[in-house]
Structures are given as C-alpha cells and as structure tokens.
C-alpha cells in the first residue's frame, strides 16, 4: 500500500485522483502536483515508482500546507475569531451557519450537526 503524508493510497486509482485523499489537495492542485513531479494524469499509483512518489511527497511538504498542520492552522484561526469575540467566533461558538446562510430553516440542521466540542475554547 502506498502511502503519501501518512494517508494510504488506492493502488488501482490514477495518480491525481488518490492524490486528493490528502488532506489540503483539490483537484487542480493533485494535477500540478503530479505535472510538476513529472508523472503522467493517467498513470495509476501501482505503476509509479518508489523514486517518483518520493519526489511528490518532498515536493508536497515544500509547497504545501496538508494534514495535521492545516487542521490546526484551521482549529487557531477560529479559536482567535473567538477570543476577540468576532462575529465569526461568536457565530462558531453558538453552533450557528457561520458565512451567511439562512437561520430561519438551517440554523436548526446546523446546530444538531455541528460539534461544540470540535473547538475547545478553553485553551484561549
């Protein structure tokens, strides 16, 4: 099984699509990540060689910020908008749909599916 910045890889997936599995890559950056590295977009990752996926990961850690390291960029930025007490914070903190959706019908599916615990405001 290959494995890519701690995530496991469908050996019978083309390169680019299983490069999205990462957390912080899209579609048009697992293209020009595979571009960049030399790999073809139709290869599948059972055909790519140790030497190549090598180069992708170091290239991923240089140019990229993916996985743990964006989860807590993330989880900081939103405990900041919280402790200076932002709209955004104060929205994040009810549990209530943060960039301007409707409250009337969805705030009530937001509330239920969001987890409170997710952004531990204790730790200001």
Known sequence: MV????????PNATFHIALQRVFGLG????????????ISKDLKVKDIKDS???KVSS????????????KRQ????????????TRRGVRHTLGLPVTGAQ???NGVN?????PLFQYDTSRR
């Open 3 to 10: 494995q890519i910045q701690r995530v496991a890889l469908f």
């Open 27 to 38: 579609r048009s950056t697992s293209l020009a990540v595979a571009e960049a590295c030399g």
């Open 52 to 54: 190549y996926l090598q």
């Open 59 to 70: 290239y991923i850690e240089n140019n990229f910020t993916t996985g743990d390291t964006l």
């Open 74 to 85: 993330i989880r900081d930025n939103v405990l900041e908008q919280v402790a200076i007490n």
């Open 103 to 105: 409250t009337r019908n």
């Open 110 to 114: 937001a509330r239920k599916l969001r």
